[in-house]
């Protein structure tokens, strides 16, 4: 689980009969997708190449800290290639805008080399 921890609801209203998480788990974090990491755990592993730490920063991070959980290597390094896959694709989609914005752009203000005085 990482980060994320397991929730349990209870009422101790006899009258209430509410259970929130009755016939399946709740937790603290949300998924990325159903069935797939917790959200919390992409986070965390965001915020960690953000200031440019890995794993063993972020395990330090934990204990100074005194936060529960953490997350083992293989669930880290899983983390880490998501979270490099979508960075790339925004970068991507990013400099295709900047190339598409910067050719209109020169096309309309670059004079025509024939034209120049010399």
């Known amino acids: ?8 609801f209870e009422c101790t209203n006899k009258y209430c009969g509410v259970d929130v998480c ?3 788990s709740c937790s603290s974090s949300q998924r990325v997708t159903p069935g797939q990491a917790f959200e919390v755990n992409r986070r965390m592993v965001l915020a960690m190449r953000e ?4 794993h063993a920063a972020m395990q330090k991070l ?4 005194g936060m529960h959980g953490g997350l083992a290597n293989e ?3 899983s983390h880490q290639k998501a979270v490099e ?11 295709a805008r900047a190339a ?3 050719r209109t752009l020169c096309d309309s ?3 025509d080399p024939g034209n120049q005085l010399l």
């Open 1 to 8: 689980m990482g980060f994320a921890i397991p929730l349990l």
């Open 22 to 24: 009755t016939g399946h």
């Open 51 to 54: 200031i440019g730490g890995g």
């Open 62 to 65: 934990v204990a100074v800290v």
């Open 75 to 77: 669930p880290f390094a």
């Open 85 to 95: 896959a979508a960075a790339t694709a925004v970068a991507k989609e990013q400099m």
């Open 100 to 102: 598409t914005e910067l």
């Open 109 to 111: 203000t670059v004079p």
